[in-house]
């Protein structure tokens, strides 16, 4: 894999970490003790706070902030402008630095574009959260959802086709065990 390219506007601190193949582009900035993972991209107007650690494959679109706290695993999609908060109640004359509420993205995950996901969840592997959706609680993995607050309306195979009820894809031929509370990968067809 080639060097990581970091665009000449881009800040990347000193002691931050780019992975090999990377792309780091316009206006963004990459904390002190940030991991990028190799592979990944992040588009124009980006934050990365320090200690926040990105897996491998990610893309992160235009005006994303994902601050201290917020840690995000291989293959993740984060749409433009979607919001990642870290402390419950904020105050602009409290210092609340020592509370922030982890989150946890898990593989393969899409988040949509302006999304808003509220610190301390937890989105369960290639969940699929709808633009503009809300999350207020943790999400199952293959969820879709959408809404304010978010609630699930489907499942979604690891290739992102909303699954029916058979639990097969049609895209790609992937099997799931699929029950009301939870949806699991069995196996490829044939």
Not at 21 to 37: D, K, L, P, Q, Y
Not at 59 to 69: D, L, P, R
Not at 167 to 178: E, H, M
Request: proline share 4%; net charge positive.
């Amino acid at each position: 894999m080639s060097e990581p390219f970091i665009h000449h506007t881009a800040v990347v601190d000193d002691g931050a970490k780019v992975g090999a193949g990377s792309r780091i582009w316009h206006f963004t900035h990459v904390c002190s003790g940030a991991i990028i993972g190799p592979g990944s991209t992040l588009g124009q107007n980006v934050f990365i706070g320090p200690g926040v650690e990105i897996g491998s494959g990610v893309k992160i679109q235009n005006n994303v902030s994902v601050y201290a706290g917020v840690s995000i695993a291989d293959d993740v999609f984060l749409g433009p402008s979607c919001v990642f908060t870290n402390v419950l109640a904020p105050r602009a004359h409290v210092e609340r630095k020592d509370e922030f509420a982890a989150t946890r993205v898990c593989r393969g995950v899409t988040v949509g574009a302006n999304a808003t996901v509220v610190c301390g969840t937890s989105l369960g592997e290639y969940a699929l959260i709808g633009a503009g959706a809300v999350v207020t609680k943790d999400v199952p993995a293959h969820a879709v959802v959408v809404g304010n607050p978010a609630r699930r309306t489907a499942w979604a195979c690891r290739c992102g086709e909303v699954l029916p009820s058979d639990g097969v894809c049609a895209r790609c031929g992937d099997r799931y065990d699929v029950a009301k509370d939870r949806c699991r990968w069995v196996g490829n067809r044939g």
